[in-house]
């Protein structure tokens, strides 16, 4: 069996987004039977170190059956380029920090979660930080199209 692709998600805190992204795609891998394909995980931009979900986004994640519970934020480290295959960022301002930020001989690919995802009818994910719970819905919505899509990007079916 090949090497699992690591897949690292990107937001500003490491609270809401990205670990939300992270969750959503290993719950989509273990539902399509693909365990061991994939490792999931996420970091934020302007993260502290340790810290919990927001209680709104613990309430979204339990309407799609996932635990945030344990999440505890971290922040991206240059490391990141070279340990995880592919770095997806939540919106623009995270590309664009990767982009920044990257090293001249990073291995990591780069990519904008909503990227090619016409349906979504956005190209970023809104954060839901300290809004209301139809915002935190609504992003995990759009991360769950996202997170779909990414899916058969990275393991087309019959790979």
Same mark, same amino acid.
């Given at each position: 069996?090949?090497?699992?692709?690591?897949?690292?998600?990107i937001?500003?805190?490491?609270?809401?987004r990205?670990?939300?992204?992270?969750?959503?795609?290993e /719950?989509?891998?273990? +539902?399509?039977?693909?365990?061991?394909?994939?490792? =999931?995980?996420?970091?934020? =931009?302007?993260?502290r $170190?340790?810290?919990v979900?927001?209680?709104?986004?613990? !309430?979204?994640?339990?309407? #799609?059956?996932?635990?945030?519970?344990? $999440?505890?934020?971290?922040?991206? !480290?240059?490391?990141?380029?070279? !340990?995880?295959?592919?770095?997806?960022?939540?919106?623009?301002? $995270?590309?664009d920090?990767?982009?920044?930020?990257?090293?001249k001989?990073? =291995?990591?690919q780069?990519?904008?979660?909503?990227?090619? %995802?016409?349906?979504?009818?956005?190209? !970023?994910?809104?954060?839901? #930080?300290?809004?209301? /719970?139809?915002? #935190?819905?609504?992003?995990? +919505?759009?991360?769950?199209?996202? %997170?779909? $899509?990414?899916? =058969?990007?990275?393991?087309?079916?019959?790979?």
């Amino acid at each position: 069996m090949a090497e699992p692709i690591r897949v690292l998600f990107i937001c500003t805190g490491n609270l809401c987004r990205s670990p939300l992204a992270s969750v959503m795609l290993e /719950s989509e891998v273990a +539902s399509r039977g693909l365990q061991g394909r994939m490792l =999931t995980s996420s970091a934020g =931009t302007h993260a502290r $170190h340790g810290q919990v979900c927001p209680p709104p986004l613990i !309430e979204v994640a339990t309407t #799609y059956g996932l635990d945030m519970s344990a $999440h505890r934020s971290r922040r991206f !480290e240059e490391e990141d380029f070279f !340990e995880h295959d592919v770095l997806v960022a939540l919106d623009l301002g $995270h590309l664009d920090h990767l982009n920044f930020l990257r090293p001249k001989h990073a =291995t990591a690919q780069q990519l904008l979660l909503l990227s090619g %995802v016409d349906e979504a009818g956005v190209i !970023e994910v809104p954060d839901p #930080y300290g809004r209301g /719970s139809r915002d #935190y819905a609504r992003a995990a +919505s759009l991360i769950q199209l996202g %997170v779909r $899509h990414l899916l =058969t990007r990275l393991l087309p079916p019959g790979a």
